[in-house]
């Protein structure tokens, strides 16, 4: 199966300090890959949809520059959260579809905590 | 709205029995099915991927799909303990490229 990678697995940053989360699709190319966010033991949420040389598209509620994405390439997409705050502290999980499927395979997920 | 409804469980199944886990949507022309699991503190893992009314069968998982009822199911045979996990119906409509994700439902099976 497709496999796709996250780092940092886990990051505890200060509050106001931005974090990057990294998202690789390892073995097939991704014009498009998702960014979610889950808070413990609620249902899994999307934050935006990542494309390759264009700008994301960010779902209503989600703040566009609190929550910088960039898909620099077909493998390659990472997500800012800029001006950290507690209340961003969640599971962050990146997915990746093959281009000729709408199968979308998960990363192992980034934990985040914010102090 | 598009909306995909489970029932949120936990469903509670003996170990070596059989599994059933469903799932209702609303947009009536959606194309692509999935069932996804996911363990705790982990992230959602694919299981299965469903396009065509009927049964689709992976090793002790058949997915089943019937458009005209705009339902999903998700069937585990020999439920084993490592199949206690939350289990999330996903459904691409009108092929968009987002997929639409229900709560999820619990499976906990009783060894």
């Known amino acids: 199966g497709a496999v796709v990678s996250q780092h940092p697995s886990r990051v505890i940053c200060k509050s106001g300090t931005s974090v990057k989360i990294e998202c690789r699709s390892l073995?097939?190319?991704?014009?498009?890959m998702f960014w979610y966010r889950q808070f413990p033991k609620k249902s899994l949420m999307l934050m935006a949809t990542?494309?390759?040389?264009?700008?994301?598209?960010?779902e209503q509620g989600v703040e566009k520059d609190k929550f910088l994405i960039n898909h620099a390439s077909l493998t390659l997409s990472t997500l800012t959260v800029t001006s950290a705050h507690p209340e961003d502290s969640s599971f962050y999980i990146c997915?990746?579809?093959?281009?000729?499927?709408?199968?979308?395979?998960f990363g192992p997920g980034t934990r985040l905590t914010v102090t | 709205q598009k909306e995909v409804e489970q029932n949120s469980g936990p469903l509670s199944v003996p170990e070596g029995a059989i599994a059933s886990l469903n799932c209702t949507y609303s947009?009536?022309?959606?194309?692509?099915f999935f069932w996804y699991r996911q363990y705790s503190g982990k992230s959602p893992e694919l299981i299965m991927s469903?396009?065509?009314?009927g049964d689709k069968e992976d090793g002790r998982f058949t997915a089943q799909l019937n458009k005209a009822s705009q339902y999903v199911s998700l069937l585990i045979r020999d439920s084993q303990p490592s199949d206690s996990a939350t289990y999330l119906c996903?459904?691409?409509?009108?092929?968009?490229?987002?997929?639409?994700f229900g709560k999820g439902t619990r499976l906990h099976i009783l060894p």
């Open positions: 997915s990746a579809a093959p281009g000729h499927t709408y199968e979308q395979y």
């Open positions: 073995d097939f190319q991704a014009t498009t």
């Open positions: 990542s494309n390759e040389g264009s700008k994301a598209t960010y």
């Open positions: 947009d009536r022309v959606s194309q692509s």
């Open positions: 469903i396009y065509s009314n």
């Open positions: 996903a459904v691409n409509p009108r092929g968009d490229d987002k997929i639409i």
